[in-house]
């Protein structure tokens, strides 16, 4: 990695060093706090679920009142700004002209591929020939318009240092690879990069390095090429999360780090038993985790699934029997702090809070543990979202909850 890299990572109090074993670690060149933002990074390229074209920002994914392209109505977007930015950086190619690519033969979720593949080649190949935007003289003007803090160069350098791991992709999805980039060549009118071993090799890096998009509730809602997240090892308790604003992909400790240790998050949903972890991370990444958890195994998501299916039943009294179950096994499988933990906190406390209503409680013992778990709650999704992250909506419905439980207590 380069100078510009460590001095990006230095102002974060942050360090890359070669390793052995992962090939590169981030360590922390002072200590963080809880709930303190590492670092915050734009991506390379990013985009909206297919079944969220409507209804976010087909640039920066804010959840807002959108407009649809004066020219081919499919794309969406918030702002001004918004649409200028995507028009010089991908759309304007696209936009009335794009032609429907041959899916059939080449497996689900190829539409997603050819996308990513084809804005970041966009980005890149004319960055790459001096021209400064795009193959276009006219777009000079570029780098003026996208946020300052996103610096395409650096993000560009970061993205083709990735490792690819190409030579251990089996011949199949090497083929479902060449197709893709083969397509995108193929309708391509812009003078993106028209190598298909190159672009190949993008598509291996998506694959062990891309990040699915989550809302605040942590629904998958869009993906995204983020070259500086994907510098951080992975870890199945790991001390650090990744959230997002919009497009903007933030990662919060969750734990004390003091200065020296490493940053670790977690790149698959750990409450995975073991062995359905260490495929997925063996298949996908092309490694094998070591780390503390892999000595556990649990059973959450049996557990999981009756709790979910008792709240949507109204079973409450039920619900919150088996909810705390889950919430206990959370806590072994998630450090302290993790956005899961307050989530289970908050829908545990809401269906608690149903109880009281509902009467099912008669000594008082319910309201006190209701408000115990709301406060709670409250405290892991604060330190989780901070100030940073729009979570207003679950923040007032907390402090509703909050209120009423306290009102009951003193009836």
Same mark, same amino acid.
């Given at each position: 990695?380069?100078?510009?890299?460590?001095?990006?990572?230095?102002?974060?109090?942050?360090? #890359?060093?070669?390793?052995?074993?992962?090939?590169?670690?981030?360590?922390?060149?002072? $200590?963080?706090?809880?709930?303190?933002?590492? *670092? @915050?990074?734009?991506?390379?390229?990013?985009?909206?679920?297919?079944?969220?074209?409507?209804?976010?920002? %087909?640039?920066?994914?804010?959840?807002?009142?959108?407009? &649809?392209?004066?020219?081919?109505?499919?794309?969406?977007?918030?702002?001004?700004?918004?649409?200028?930015?995507?028009? =010089?950086?991908?759309?304007?190619?696209?936009? @009335?002209?794009?032609?429907?690519?041959?899916?059939?033969?080449?497996?689900?979720?190829?539409?997603?591929?050819?996308?990513?593949?084809?804005?970041?080649?966009?980005?890149?190949?004319?960055?790459?020939?001096?021209?400064?935007?795009?193959?276009?003289?006219?777009?000079?003007?570029?780098?003026?318009?996208?946020?300052?803090?996103?610096?395409?160069?650096?993000? *560009?350098?970061? =993205?083709?240092?990735?490792?690819?791991?190409?030579?251990?992709?089996?011949?199949?999805?090497?083929?479902?690879?060449?197709?893709?980039?083969?397509? +995108?060549?193929?309708?391509?009118?812009?003078?993106?990069?028209?190598?298909?071993? @190159?672009?190949? $090799?993008?598509?291996?890096?998506?694959?062990?390095? %891309?990040?699915?998009?989550? /809302?605040?509730?942590?629904?998958?809602?869009?993906?995204?090429?983020?070259?500086?997240?994907?510098?951080?090892?992975?870890?199945?308790?790991?001390?650090?999360?990744?959230?997002?604003?919009?497009?903007?992909?933030?990662?919060?400790? #969750?734990? /004390?780090?003091?200065?020296? /240790?490493?940053?670790?998050? &977690?790149?698959?949903?750990? +409450?995975?038993? !073991?062995?359905?972890?260490?495929?997925?991370?063996?298949?996908?990444?092309? =490694?094998?985790?070591?780390? !503390?958890?892999?000595?556990? /195994?649990?059973?959450?998501?049996?557990?999981?699934?009756?709790?979910?299916?008792?709240?949507?039943?109204?079973?409450?009294?039920?619900?919150?029997?088996?909810?705390?179950?889950?919430?206990? #096994?959370?806590? *072994? &499988?998630?450090?302290?702090?993790?956005?899961?933990?307050?989530?289970?906190?908050?829908?545990?406390?809401?269906?608690?809070?149903?109880? +009281?209503?509902?009467?099912?409680?008669?000594?008082?013992?319910?309201?006190?543990?209701?408000?115990?778990?709301? @406060?709670?709650?409250?405290? +892991?999704?604060? #330190?989780?979202?901070?100030?940073?992250?729009? %979570?207003?909506?679950?923040?007032?419905?907390?402090?509703?909850?909050?209120?009423?439980?306290?009102?009951?207590?003193?009836?």
């Amino acid at each position: 990695m380069s100078r510009s890299l460590d001095e990006f990572l230095s102002k974060h109090g942050l360090k #890359i060093t070669p390793n052995p074993i992962s090939h590169r670690t981030i360590t922390t060149t002072r $200590s963080f706090r809880a709930g303190t933002t590492i *670092i @915050k990074s734009y991506p390379l390229a990013a985009f909206p679920l297919p079944i969220y074209e409507k209804e976010l920002c %087909n640039q920066c994914l804010k959840n807002t009142k959108l407009q &649809a392209c004066s020219a081919c109505k499919k794309a969406f977007y918030c702002s001004s700004i918004c649409q200028k930015q995507a028009w =010089f950086t991908q759309h304007k190619f696209t936009c @009335k002209k794009r032609l429907p690519l041959k899916y059939e033969n080449i497996v689900e979720g190829a539409e997603l591929d050819e996308e990513m593949l084809r804005r970041v080649a966009l980005l890149i190949s004319p960055h790459r020939s001096g021209n400064n935007g795009l193959g276009d003289s006219k777009l000079n003007g570029l780098y003026d318009i996208l946020p300052k803090e996103m610096n395409i160069s650096l993000l *560009i350098e970061v =993205f083709e240092a990735l490792q690819s791991h190409k030579e251990s992709h089996p011949p199949y999805a090497l083929f479902r690879y060449e197709s893709i980039a083969s397509l +995108v060549v193929e309708n391509s009118n812009s003078k993106a990069s028209k190598d298909i071993d @190159k672009l190949v $090799s993008y598509l291996c890096i998506f694959g062990c390095n %891309n990040f699915t998009i989550h /809302d605040e509730q942590m629904f998958g809602i869009g993906e995204g090429t983020y070259p500086i997240g994907s510098l951080f090892n992975h870890s199945c308790h790991p001390n650090a999360v990744v959230m997002y604003d919009g497009v903007v992909q933030i990662v919060k400790c #969750i734990e /004390d780090i003091d200065a020296g /240790d490493e940053i670790t998050i &977690a790149y698959l949903d750990v +409450v995975h038993p !073991r062995r359905k972890r260490r495929e997925i991370l063996r298949e996908k990444y092309f =490694f094998n985790c070591h780390c !503390r958890k892999c000595g556990d /195994d649990d059973k959450i998501i049996v557990v999981a699934s009756l709790f979910y299916e008792l709240e949507k039943k109204q079973e409450w009294n039920e619900a919150a029997k088996v909810g705390k179950i889950v919430l206990a #096994i959370y806590l *072994i &499988a998630y450090p302290r702090f993790h956005p899961m933990i307050g989530w289970q906190l908050f829908r545990l406390g809401q269906c608690m809070s149903q109880c +009281v209503k509902d009467d099912v409680d008669r000594g008082g013992k319910t309201r006190e543990e209701t408000l115990i778990i709301l @406060k709670h709650a409250k405290r +892991v999704l604060a #330190i989780t979202f901070g100030t940073e992250i729009e %979570n207003r909506e679950v923040e007032n419905e907390i402090h509703l909850l909050i209120l009423q439980m306290t009102k009951l207590q003193f009836q």
